[in-house]
């Protein structure tokens, strides 16, 4: 897919809940907060989005140089994905978000 081209992915999951799916994914989630909106409002199916292995390595990488507090980057990070409209976010950060709530 054109990842400038939203109405594209919105075909994308119109096709795949066509096709029988139960949920609409949406992955990386970070850089698709708009489309994980998009898919929210179009849709009446659940929206899971994954929370790639690059996401959670860029933030472990700022983490490691001082830039910025890990924990509370990954929960805000987490929580603009649940905001822009996910039901279910797949992450790396899960157990140590878990601990924390």
């Known amino acids: ?9 919105s ?3 119109r096709l ?6 139960d949920i609409a994914m949406v992955k990386p989630a970070l850089p698709y907060l ?15 989005t994954y929370n790639v292995s690059g996401e959670y ?3 472990h990488a700022a983490a490691d140089r001082g830039w910025l507090d890990l924990e509370a980057t990954a929960l805000e990070s987490l929580t603009s994905i649940k905001r822009a409209g996910a039901d279910l976010v797949i992450t790396y ?7 924390r709530l």
């Open 93 to 99: 950060f899960a157990e140590t978000v878990a601990d």
């Open 57 to 59: 390595a860029m933030l």
């Open 11 to 13: 075909q994308e999951v």
């Open 16 to 21: 795949d809940l066509e096709q029988g799916a």
């Open 1 to 9: 897919m054109d990842p400038a081209n939203a109405r594209e992915a």
């Open 34 to 48: 708009d489309i994980v909106a998009r898919v929210r409002k179009e849709f009446d199916r659940p929206v899971a």
